[in-house]
């Protein structure tokens, strides 16, 4: 067979490929000081994974999600350490659930048509090189779960991760990489830069080969992906209410809610941010909360100084966000018991605890007069993120009500909000939840692009 020009090229990429497995230092796999040449390795190893079988591709995911599960409590710890958000047993918790449950090949599905014509195939075919934007809340979570799910695509991936957590970031792209090695598979599945800046991600979001940008983070972000002339999966914020209706199991609901809402310290983008009660059952979901589920009730002058420290100069304090709530309490003089997980109060919806995404165990409750207010105080809180929401309530008329009325890509009856990410509900896990683009919740399928494969005349055998 006579050789071409391109099949010279490709065998010349295919050896550099291997060139930068032999050259990369111990625990640099995949790390560059250049955006630039970051995006030609990645683009070198999606050549070698294109050529790969899905089993070849499944081996080398088999190996991401041992090492997760291996390196769960580092991955954890180095976290917390770095960006001081969250808590280690919950990190390691998330850790696990990515190992688990991110869907790998098996999510890449066919759909064909047969008949007198012939036979066609709509296949899910790799974007190429995606570049993802990924945040400090669940910096290594999004690492790991973005690339289970492109490589299961056959796509590689270059990060433009948050500069706040960039060790715990490399840390992961680094053990990605090793995992490929391991399993036979190319360096440089995931690459990164040692030191991301907007600089970075503009190079990245302007690249020529850059086909697709998956951001996850606030509003700031996803904003900024979709005017790149790009194709964007925006996942963006929420500020989740959950509503609990006259006919809920009060006792269970204050339970769940307080289980969700302290999740990793609130930093989970799905978990419960506010309540808003029906006023027939507040002061007995108020009653649970505190004497049940280790709230703290906050005085209306406790609320304000909380006020001023958390939101200061009307703006999100960092180093409130992903805190617990007796380090949240001590913030403001109050030196609360050991038990206490959340800090609650009653409040209207406008209170500015209530209306901003926090990321923090502070849970205000709003009284609704009944269910159709609770439903317009909902929506209004989520302020049309279509993010998440939540429900208490046996009522399906109204728990239909709301589904309709609030229209998330993510909506929990009964259950806390972790039941979405497949922890104590069924379905598979995602920490990339494309809200503003309306993909939902990501997964292989979603780094793919739909390719018709037409065979006129033929191959139909029925
Ligand atoms: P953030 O918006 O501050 O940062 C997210 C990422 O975007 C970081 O890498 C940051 O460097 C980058 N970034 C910010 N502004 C940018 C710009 N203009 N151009 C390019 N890059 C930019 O968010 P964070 O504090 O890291 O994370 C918390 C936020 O992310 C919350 O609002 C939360 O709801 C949201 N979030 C959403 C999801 C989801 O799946 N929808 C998941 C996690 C977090």
Known sequence: MPISESMVQDIVQEVMAKMQIADAPAGKHGIFTDMNEAIEAAKASQKIVRKMSLDQREKIITCIRRKTKENAEILARMGVDETGMGNVGDKILKHHLVADKTPGTEDLSTTAWSGDRGLTLIEMGPFGVIGAITPCTNPSETILCNTIGMLAGGNTVVFNPHPAAIKTSIYAINLLNEASLEAGGPDNIAVTVEKPTLETSNIMMKHKDIPLIAATGGPGVVTAVLSSGKRGIGAGA?????????????????????????????????????????????????????????????????????????????????????????????????????????????????????????????????????????????????????????????????????????????????????????????????????????????????????????????????
């Open 238 to 462: 929420g500020n989740p209410p959950a509503v609990v209706d006259e006919t809920a199991d009060v006792r269970k609901a204050a339970q769940d809610i307080v289980n969700g809402c302290t999740f990793d310290n609130n930093l989970p983008c799905i978990a419960e941010k506010e309540i808003v009660a029906v006023a027939s059952i507040t002061d007995e979901l108020m009653h649970y909360l505190v004497s049940e589920n280790d709230c703290y009730l906050a005085s209306k002058e406790e609320q304000d100084k909380l006020t001023a420290v958390v939101l200061a100069g009307g703006k999100l304090n960092r180093k409130c966000v992903g805190r617990d709530a007796r380090t949240l309490l001590s913030m403001i003089g109050v030196n609360a018991p050991a038990n206490i997980r959340c800090i609650v109060f009653e409040g209207p919806k406008e209170h500015p605890l209530i209306a901003t995404e926090l990321m923090m165990p502070i849970l205000g409750v709003v009284r609704a007069k009944d269910f159709d207010d609770a439903v317009e105080q909902a929506v209004w809180l989520e302020h049309g993120n279509r993010h998440s929401a939540h429900i208490h309530s046996k009522n399906i008329d109204n728990i239909t009500k709301y589904a309709k009325a609030i229209d998330t890509a993510i909506l929990v009856k009964n259950a806390p909000s972790y039941a979405a990410l497949g922890f104590g509900g069924e379905g598979y896990c995602t920490f990339t939840i494309a809200s503003r683009t309306g993909e939902g919740l990501t997964s292989a399928s979603t780094f793919t692009k739909r390719r018709r494969c037409v065979m006129a005349d033929s191959l139909c055998i029925r």
